[in-house]
């Protein structure tokens, strides 16, 4: 079986009010000493609000280590979802959305329990990526940016490499240049 195992020391504050169905959320994250499978992430920061159909957020994880405090890796954005707890009969209503994912550096393995076809992912992820459109359509705009990587792939049980650029256009991902191995 694969290990799942997140450590560390998280506080959450939840403030609601509002009605049943028209809600209001406020949460806050502090997370620290974050790791997973032994490696460590350091501290999460995540700050979120809901009102009127609108999800608000932003998400950073530093490494004091390796940054100086500066993120490594921050999404922030608005994301049009209905929260209410009565008469909801669209959950993702066909809204804008605006997001954004910037990346200076972080640990690839931090998407190892996102992708269950990649086990043992290690190197690092750079990326300034804007998530638009809707939840139903989003558009996808920006550069990606993966150096030293190395996964198994669980389908034919193979270690690759990979070193590579990718841009981000609409609902695709363009390869700019890539380099994979087995190993």
């Known amino acids: 079986p694969r290990e799942q195992s ?3 020391i998280a506080n959450f504050m939840v403030t609601t009010k509002g009605t049943l169905s028209s809600p209001e959320y406020t949460l806050s994250l502090r997370a620290d000493d974050v790791s997973f499978r032994s490696v460590p992430f350091g501290s999460i920061r995540g700050d979120f ?6 999800l608000l957020s932003r998400f950073d994880v530093v490494n004091r280590s390796v940054s100086s405090g500066r993120p490594q890796l921050t999404v922030s954005g608005t994301m049009p979802i209905n929260l209410a707890l009565s008469g909801v009969e669209e959950r993702l209503p066909e809204a804008p959305m605006n997001f954004s994912i910037r990346s200076e550096g972080i640990q690839m393995s931090i998407l190892d329990p996102l992708l269950p076809t990649f086990n043992r ?12 459109g809707s939840p139903r359509k989003p558009d996808y705009e920006g550069s990606i940016r993966i150096d030293s990587c190395s996964f198994l792939f669980v389908p034919n049980n193979i270690v690759y490499l990979l070193d590579g650029s990718f841009q981000p256009q609409g609902d695709r991902i363009k390869v700019v240049d890539a380099i994979i191995r087995n190993v």
């Not at 609000?49 to 609108?54: G, L």
């Not at 992912?121 to 638009?132: E, I, S, W």
């Open 49 to 54: 609000s809901y009102s009127n159909r609108a």
């Open 121 to 132: 992912l290690t190197g690092l992820l750079r990326c300034d990526v804007k998530v638009v």
């Open 6 to 8: 997140f450590e560390g």
